[in-house]
């Protein structure tokens, strides 16, 4: 875990001296960088126990689907990229990183480790959501991309992403008592990477709406345009996902406090 911190701290010290502007925007670069460090995380879980047991597939597949159309959307158009130098590929590397340590995991999930795989416990299946999530994508989504494909596109990532965690979290709760420490670190790092994505939207949805006209890109438009469904759509998705795992990060950070393994409540239902 130390061997993990470290060489993320190193290497975002490393982009923000070189690969950078260090405003604002890079709050999301940042966010896919912690991103890959929670993957880091559970790949060396894996290394280590030689075992993965505790990791839901199905979340592991949802966020594949997520961080490949987002990279679809965003190695082709800039629309929802940082606007400083940390958007000219370093933001995208970290997804890049994200999918092949994702599909490095499905491959021990379902091949060279498949028999610690605890499918039984991971039941929070997905798949019917899939359909909305395409149909919601196309009635409700921005112009960045200035394309209806491409915004569409990243909408939809955005949309499997604000599910992508809950079968891990199911799965956790079934298994109740204890978590191994660097799954619930993985947890703990989807979180904080979500919750920076949520500062920079935050920040940044205003400029969605319909007619915005910022002319000498100062901070302040001169026009704040009308309707903003799409600007919406990203806070809200961005909380859901906040939400989505609060129970969790609160016994994540009670366990931290008092220096102990984290433990969550015994699960109370079946599927």
Request: proline letters at 3%; charged letters at 15%.
């Amino acid at each position: 875990m130390m061997a993990a911190y470290g060489s993320f701290i190193a290497t975002a010290i490393v982009i923000a001296m070189h690969f950078s502007d260090r405003d604002f925007s890079t709050t999301l670069t940042i966010s896919t960088g912690i991103q890959a460090l929670g993957f880091l995380m559970l790949t060396l879980k894996v290394q280590r126990t030689k075992s993965v047991a505790g990791i839901s597939s199905k979340s592991l597949e949802m966020f594949a689907m997520s961080i490949f159309t987002r990279l679809s959307s965003t190695l082709v158009k800039s629309g929802y990229i940082p606007v400083d130098r940390s958007g000219d590929l370093v933001y995208q590397l970290g997804d890049v990183i994200s999918l092949i340590l994702v599909i490095n995991l499905l491959y021990k999930v379902h091949r060279t480790m498949a028999p610690t795989y605890q499918k039984d416990l991971d039941t929070l299946s997905l798949g019917a959501a899939l359909p909305p999530a395409i149909i919601l994508a196309c009635c409700v989504h921005g112009h960045l991309n200035r394309s209806f494909f491409f915004d569409s596109l990243w909408y939809f990532s955005l949309n499997l992403e604000t599910i992508a965690m809950l079968p891990q979290l199911w799965m956790l709760t079934n298994i109740g008592g204890e978590v191994e420490g660097m799954t619930s670190h993985f947890v703990f790092a989807i979180f904080a990477a979500k919750f920076s994505a949520w500062l920079f939207w935050y920040h940044g949805y205003p400029e969605l709406a319909d007619g915005y006209v910022d002319a000498d890109d100062d901070g302040i438009p001169e026009d704040w345009g009308t309707s903003n469904h799409g600007g919406y759509m990203i806070i809200i998705m961005y909380t859901l996902q906040l939400l989505g795992s609060a129970d969790f990060v609160f016994y994540y950070l009670k366990a931290f406090i008092a220096r102990s393994r984290m433990v969550l409540p015994e699960a109370t239902l079946e599927v």
